[in-house]
């Protein structure tokens, strides 16, 4: 059982590291090369990261109950 717990810790380490490296670096760029590459990060995780994709999208669901599915869909993509 200790095994599987290891993992998953190993992978919160790797999942902070990369992150603290991709912080640093959008700190070092030019604040137009930040923009443009946080945004193709954003859009490269709405597309492989489905799971996280179909929560933003029920978020916004229970917030605003009156949208519609693709309304939702396209706020989640900004």
Not at 29 to 52: N, Q
Not at 55 to 69: N, Q, T, V
Request: aromatic share 8%; glycine share 4%.
């Amino acid at each position: 059982m200790s095994k599987p717990r290891l993992t998953k810790r190993l992978e919160g380490i790797a999942l902070t590291a990369g992150l603290k490296f991709l912080v640093l670096l959008l700190k070092l760029l030019p604040f137009e090369a930040a923009c443009w590459f946080s945004a193709l990060l954003a859009k490269a995780a709405f597309i492989l990261v489905p799971a996280e994709r179909r929560k933003a999208i029920a978020h916004l669901g229970i917030a605003f109950p009156r949208l519609k599915w693709s309304e939702r869909k396209r706020i989640a993509k900004r």
